[in-house]
T-cell receptor, first 115, second 112 residues
Framework: KQEVTQIPAALSVPEGENLVLNCSFT??????LQWFRQDPGKGLTSLLLIQSSQREQTSGRLNASLDKSSGRSTLYIAASQPGDSATYLCAVKKAGGTSYGKLTFGQGTILTVHP | ETGVTQSPTHLIKTRGQQVTLRCSSQSGHNTVSWYQQALGQGPQFIFQ???????GRGNFPPRFSGLQFPNYSSELNVNALELDDSALYLCASSLEPNTEAFFGQGTRLTVV
């Protein structure tokens, strides 16, 4: 059974800091890994998708890496801004077997960036 | 191109009642998945539909059921509502089961 863990559970930083969010998963049989952002009470916004064959993806100030063999991913946010405050969720998509395509999520990291 | 849309956005139901939530998938997407997100938790997989067939189910009781229509929109039905069913229900669509998932804004269900 796939388990996804995100560390830290919460993070509070001053504006302008670079920060790293961590995600680990127990089963390497994945199609891809997605990082999402969720604002309070809202749906999920996809930030980055890394295919299982890729090592990293970048979008603007965001960079995500994937080490499938060790079951780890990191999301790097450069020059953080108050508008980055949200919950960040990591999810892996199951490859093969029953329920293939199912996303398993971590509990999320609550990020607060203060001015 | 329209994104994933869910209706209604908020709903209050009484314990024991039944509810139907709806999801319109993104254009061209044949796969729809439903997730339940309790407060402070990550979303939990309920089930997935691929080309109108159920393609996997999570650890939810049979009173959670669904449908996918020929236009690939989907419904989630929950019978005999319990207080613990109060949650944000999220729908996601993708081109194929193994491709990027795009989520709707969710339906907030409160059971009283």
């Amino acid at each position: 059974k796939q388990e996804v863990t995100q560390i830290p559970a919460a993070l509070s930083v001053p504006e302008g800091e670079n920060l790293v969010l961590n995600c680990s998963f127990t089963d390497s049989a994945i199609y891809n890994l997605q990082w999402f952002r969720q604002d309070p009470g809202k749906g999920l916004t996809s930030l980055l998708l890394i295919q299982s064959s890729q090592r990293e993806q970048t979008s603007g100030r965001l960079n995500a890496s994937l080490d499938k063999s060790s079951g780890r991913s990191t999301l790097y946010i450069a020059a953080s801004q108050p508008g980055d405050s949200a919950t960040y969720l990591c999810a892996v998509k199951k490859a093969g077997g029953t329920s293939y395509g199912k996303l398993t999520f971590g509990q999320g990291t609550i990020l607060t960036v203060h001015p | 191109e329209t994104g994933v849309t869910q209706s209604p956005t908020h709903l209050i139901k009484t314990r024991g009642q039944q509810v139907t939530l709806r999801c319109s998938s993104q254009s061209g997407h044949n796969t729809v998945s439903w997730y339940q997100q309790a407060l402070g938790q990550g979303p939990q997989f309920i089930f997935q539909y691929y080309r109108e067939e159920e393609n996997g189910r999570g650890n939810f009781p049979p009173r959670f059921s669904g449908l996918q229509f020929p236009n690939y929109s989907s419904e989630l039905n929950v019978n005999a509502l319990e207080l613990d069913d109060s949650a944000l229900y999220l729908c996601a669509s993708s081109l194929e089961p193994n491709t990027e998932a795009f989520f709707g804004q969710g339906t907030r269900l409160t059971v009283v």
